[in-house]
């Protein structure tokens, strides 16, 4: 099994059912795909829209506009290191739902 989502798994362990349901309905409807993040760097990585789709604003900003600048190598760097930064952005996401939906158990 994938690394992110053992994790995942480990996240929801504590969870009631309900509770689980609800975070699935927010986590899947809300990640972003590895695939998908892969094929934007291969394709338009060099203009930062990678980054811009993983919510990475300023870094996608830095990769469009000193791309001439870095002659591409920054492109090419980040064709390594696109999954892993999908998979820490899952990650995140999985914990802000994660803890909003135990504050919201917190709260009643």
């Known amino acids: 099994?994938?690394?992110?989502?053992?994790?995942?798994?480990?996240?929801?362990?504590?969870?009631?059912?309900?509770?689980c349901r609800q975070?699935?309905?927010?986590?899947?409807s809300r990640r972003k795909d590895t695939t998908i993040a892969m094929v934007l760097s291969?394709?338009?990585?060099?203009?930062?829209?990678?980054?811009?789709?993983?919510?990475q604003i300023g870094l996608g900003f830095a990769k469009l506009f000193l791309v001439w600048l870095t002659l591409f190598i920054w492109w090419l760097v980040d064709l390594f290191l696109i999954i892993g930064a999908t998979r820490r952005v899952n990650l995140e996401l999985a914990q802000q739902v994660y803890d909003s939906i135990k504050m919201m158990r917190s709260d009643t």
């Open 1 to 19: 099994m994938d690394m992110e989502f053992q994790q995942i798994a480990l996240l929801k362990k504590d969870l009631s059912d309900e509770e």
């Open 42 to 55: 291969i394709f338009l990585g060099e203009f930062g829209v990678d980054r811009f789709y993983l919510g």
């Open 23 to 28: 975070f699935d309905r927010e986590f899947y």
